[in-house]
């Protein structure tokens, strides 16, 4: 059974893998056809439609949606199930407190070393040095809310209104809430957790029978993807594009590895080795919260972290770790700087580092918070808030990479903050699984 189950994790890492590239090859075939011939068209029964229409508009596009709306699908239900679960499972009360501030601590150490990391890179490689861009773009940012107006907004005053817009902080407040009164309430909390155990494991049932549909969203996602890309604007932003990238692969094969072998002693090969598949679906859906339901299961059935730890720390992380995103605002402020000729002192980039970290936790939950942050940060410099329409060409690209930098973050603090709680279970650890 041991052997089987191997086999079927390789064989999924593999058709995920292959998937991605036969939807990039696909994309980029049909690129030409979409943006050049228009008028090629296909005959289906009495209908005449273009080849926009029938596979990127049509198959691809329903496909990838049908794949991502089910994954957002199961968040809810698993991040409240699980929570609750694990919060009523917790026989030492204070643990609660504990497991908050050590999650929100390390996050902001990671955050802090991300933007400290791209801001260092970003100087030395001096991305918008040469680069000839028009600086009359526009961008129009929305207004981040306040932090007072962002801690009152974590309490739900309709918990089912909550789940029904997704609004991950809130919904993390009142399964705590639910999963203290069900410890307390003594046997009819019992009766009650029984349930929710059910409950949990057939919602991680539904996310393995999603992982195994996982190649064919996957390929649609990315067919879809680069039939829309405009290679030219990669090229035209090559210099800040690579630098991203750069930093993102050095913050996620330098940093974590050394919180993991320095905080937790686990060995990091092992850690990646089993973040694969999770690290694809993270890349290709480009969200964490799509990817949390994932990143959930691999924590606890792979990486061994119990799930009272770990159905607290993956849903706050994908909502409060940015790492990827403050990744790119660190490059994006050193590129927007240079290319509108402005130079910045030590002090402003004290200040952005400072802002990144914090707002990462203050602007928590709000849609649209990678570009409320960075205009946040640009305003906090003095840099024009419009030189951000010069780097969305690429950013969508970035996007996917920063997700797949921000769900190893998760995973990884889930790790160690399981470590320092004795909740890690070595041999599941280490184990081939």
């Known amino acids: 059974m041991e052997l089987t189950l191997q086999n079927t994790n390789k064989n999924l890492t593999f058709q995920i893998l292959i998937a991605m590239i036969a939807g990039v090859l696909v994309g980029r075939l049909l690129s030409f056809g979409v943006s050049e011939n228009e008028d090629i068209t296909i005959n289906l029964f009495v209908f005449t439609l273009s080849l926009k229409d029938f596979l990127v508009e049509g198959l691809f596009n329903i496909g990838g949606e049908i794949f991502i709306t089910s994954l957002k699908m199961l968040v809810v239900p698993l991040v409240f199930v699980s929570l609750v679960c694990g919060t009523c499972s917790l026989n030492d009360s204070a643990k609660i407190g504990r497991l908050g501030i050590k999650s929100i601590v390390l996050y902001l150490i990671t955050t802090a070393i991300a933007i400290t990391l791209a801001l260092t890179i970003a100087i030395f490689v001096s991305p918008g040095e040469g680069t000839s861009l028009p600086t009359d773009a526009n961008f129009a940012s929305k207004t981040a809310p306040g932090f007072a107006d962002v801690i009152i907004g974590m309490f739900p005053p309709n918990p089912i209104d909550a789940m029904a817009k997704g609004n991950m902080l809130q919904i993390i407040v009142f399964s705590i809430l639910f999963g203290i009164a069900m410890a307390l309430a003594g046997k009819p909390g019992q009766r009650l957790a029984s ?58 094969l330098i940093t974590y590895p050394l919180i993991l072998k320095l905080l937790a002693r686990l060995n990091p090969i092992i850690f990646f080795k089993k973040m694969k598949d999770t690290l694809m679906f993270a890349f290709s859906t480009a969200s964490s919260n799509a990817t949390m339901p994932i990143t959930l299961n691999t924590v606890t059935q792979k990486l061994g972290a119990g799930n009272s ?63 409320i942050l960075l205009a946040m940060v640009f305003q906090q410099v003095g840099l024009p808030v419009e030189g951000i329409a010069l780097i969305l060409g690429v950013d969508r690209l970035l996007d996917m990479t920063r997700t797949a930098v ?9 790790c160690v903050v399981a470590r320092s709680e004795k909740a890690l279970d070595e041999e599941v650890f280490k184990s081939n699984n």
């Open 406 to 414: 921000n769900v190893t973050g998760d995973a990884t603090v889930s």
């Open 195 to 252: 349930v929710f155990n059910d409950l949990n494991d057939v919602v991680m049932k539904m996310v393995g029978i999603l992982m195994s549909l996982a190649p064919y969203g996957v390929f649609c996602l990315m067919a879809k993807l680069f039939t829309y890309i405009e290679l030219s604007e990669v090229l035209k932003l090559g210099k800040y594009f690579f630098t991203v990238l750069i930093v993102l692969f050095a913050h996620a």
């Open 309 to 371: 730890v770990a159905s607290f720390t993956v849903p706050l992380g994908a909502t409060i770790n940015m790492d990827g995103t403050a990744i790119m605002q660190g490059v994006a402020t050193v590129f927007i700087a240079q290319v509108y000729g402005i130079d910045l002192a030590f002090s402003d980039y004290v200040a952005v580092l400072l802002t990144a970290t914090l707002a990462s936790v203050g602007t928590a939950g709000v849609p649209g918070v990678g570009l």
